[in-house]
Nanobody, 124 residues
C-alpha cells in the first residue's frame, strides 16, 4: 500500500512557475518509479512525465518537454514537478501516481496508487 499526497498547486499568471510536490508514505519509496498526470475538466487524464526509481531516467509528454522538470528526493520520499512558462492550457488537477509493477506506461489505467490531486490554474 502506498499513500500519496500532492501539494503546491495554486493560481499563477501565464508565463509563471509552480513547483508541485508529492510525498509518499512507506519505506519503499525508492522501489517505485513515480509518474505525474493531469486532468482538465471534460478531458481524459493525461500523462505528464515519469521518473525512474533512482531518478536516472525521466520521460516527458511532448506538452511538458522543455518547460517541466521532474525530480525526486528518496531520502524525503518526495517527487517534484517544476513547471515553468505556464500557459492556460496547463490548467488542470495534477496527480502523482505509482504502478507497483514499475511498468513504463503512459496510460493512466496502468497506475494503481494515486494522490488526491492538486489544482493548478493558469490565468491572468
Amino acid at each position: 500500500q502506498v499513500q500519496l499526497v500532492e501539494s503546491g498547486g495554486g493560481l499563477v499568471q501565464p508565463g509563471g512557475s509552480l513547483r508541485l510536490s508529492c510525498v509518499a508514505s512507506g519505506r519503499s519509496f525508492s522501489a517505485y518509479a513515480m509518474a505525474w498526470f493531469r486532468q482538465a475538466p471534460g478531458r481524459e487524464r493525461e500523462f505528464v512525465g515519469r521518473i525512474s526509481r533512482l531518478g536516472a531516467t525521466v520521460v516527458y509528454a511532448d506538452s511538458a518537454k522543455g518547460r517541466f522538470t521532474i525530480s525526486r528526493d528518496n531520502a524525503k520520499n518526495t517527487v517534484y514537478l517544476q513547471m515553468n512558462n505556464l500557459n492556460p492550457e496547463d490548467t488542470a488537477v495534477y496527480y502523482c501516481a505509482v504502478d507497483p509493477k514499475n511498468r513504463p506506461s503512459y496510460n493512466y489505467s496502468t497506475y494503481e496508487y494515486w494522490g488526491q490531486g492538486t489544482q493548478v490554474t493558469v490565468s491572468s
